[in-house]
Structure formats: C-alpha cells, structure tokens
C-alpha cells in the first residue's frame, strides 16, 4: 500500500522560502519518477517539478530558476525548495508517485497513480 504524506507548508510573505517534504511508504522513492503538482481552487492542477530515477529534474517555466527538487533515497523523502516565493504560488501543494523508472520526469497527472493529500502554500 502506497502511502505519500505532504509536510511543510503554510504561510509566508513574498520573496520568502518554504522546504516542502513528501514521506513515502510502500514505495521506493529511488526507483521511479517523482513529482510535485499544484492546484488552485477553480483551476486546473499544474505541475510544478519532476525528478527522474538518475536525478534528471523538469521545472516547469514559472518556477525555474526559484524551485528545486530532490530526494533523499535513504529517508525514502521528495522534497521541493521554494525560494523568492510569489503570491502567484499560492496554492495546495500536492506529491505525486510514478510506477515509470524514467530519466525523463513527466509534469502530467496521468503519469502519477499515488497521490498526497497536500499541504497549503500561501504567500501574502
């Protein structure tokens, strides 16, 4: 049984920084790809950064640059580095598990069966 739980979030001004970690069990955060997605209330969910089984990352462009993902295969733990934080990230921050051992991390939710239950962002 795959279990994926979101830590970290909460609130901050602009141009502040958050560490968002994601613990996983029944999974084998080493052997697949990893993502990190957001959503909006009313709007689709995005994602935000992947990471790859050779530690490949895929930033999307309105985080590139501010946001790093990386994982720590020993803690079984995703986590996300947010830096210069906008109120544009506002947002509930979801992890999410792949069953693709890939270089090439996908930002698209079909690539993801195991989803967190999210930890909100909020950047005012």
């Known amino acids: 049984h795959v279990q994926l739980v979101e830590s970290g979030g909460g609130s901050v001004q602009p141009g502040g920084s958050l560490r968002l970690s994601c613990a996983a069990s029944?999974?084998?955060?080493?052997?697949?790809?990893l993502a990190w997605f957001r959503q909006v209330p009313g709007k689709a969910r995005e994602g935000v950064a992947g990471i790859g089984t050779n530690g490949v990352t895929h930033l999307a462009d309105s985080v590139k640059g501010r946001f790093t993902i990386s994982r720590d295969a020993a803690k079984n733990t995703l986590y996300l580095q947010m830096n210069s934080l906008q109120p544009e990230d506002t947002a509930m921050y979801y992890c999410?598990?792949?069953?693709?051992?890939?270089?090439?991390?996908?930002?698209?939710?079909?690539?993801?069966?195991?989803w967190g239950q999210g930890t909100q962002v909020t950047v005012s």
């Open positions: 999410a598990a792949g069953r693709t051992a890939s270089a090439s991390p996908s930002l698209g939710q079909s690539s993801y069966p195991w």
């Open positions: 029944g999974y084998s955060a080493s052997a697949y790809c």
